[in-house]
Nanobody, 124 residues
Framework: QVQLVESGGGLVQAGGSLRLSCAAS????????MGWFRQAPGAEREFVAG????????YYADSVKGRFTISRDNAKNTVALQMNSLKPEDTAVYYC?????????????????WGQGTQVTVSS
């Protein structure tokens, strides 16, 4: 079992920045591929960013490429999502996810473990 706890959400004006963090416990963190997803009201949960086990490879949804940066610290068992130039359409609950070998990086079925989520609200 892997336990994931997100933090760092909040209310920010359009154009602003937020940094989300996800703390993992329970298993060897470096054995897990990590992802960030988000879910807006009435919408399906969608992929935002992913990072490989060593951090050497990253993946981004087109909607956030160039604005968001995912990173991980295997010594501290954390993964972060730096979000810059935020837009109202980025408003959602953001979830951290983990899997030792995801069947797909880009979709929710690829991940076995999920955090409870943190709310991000971007005002216009």
């Amino acid at each position: 079992q892997v336990q994931l706890v997100e933090s760092g959400g909040g209310l920010v004006q359009a154009g602003g920045s937020l940094r989300l963090s996800c703390a993992a416990s329970g298993r060897t963190f470096s054995n897990y591929f990590m992802g960030w997803f988000r879910q807006a009201p009435g919408a399906e949960r969608e992929f935002v960013a992913g990072i490989s086990w060593s951090g050497g490879t990253t993946y981004y949804a087109d909607s956030v490429k160039g604005r968001f940066t995912i990173s991980r610290d295997n010594a501290k068992n954390t993964v972060a999502l730096q979000m810059n130039s935020l837009k109202p359409e980025d408003t959602a609950v953001y979830y951290c996810a983990a899997d030792d070998s995801p069947t797909t990086v880009w979709g929710t079925p690829g991940y076995d473990y999920w955090g409870q989520g943190t709310q991000v609200t971007v005002s216009s």
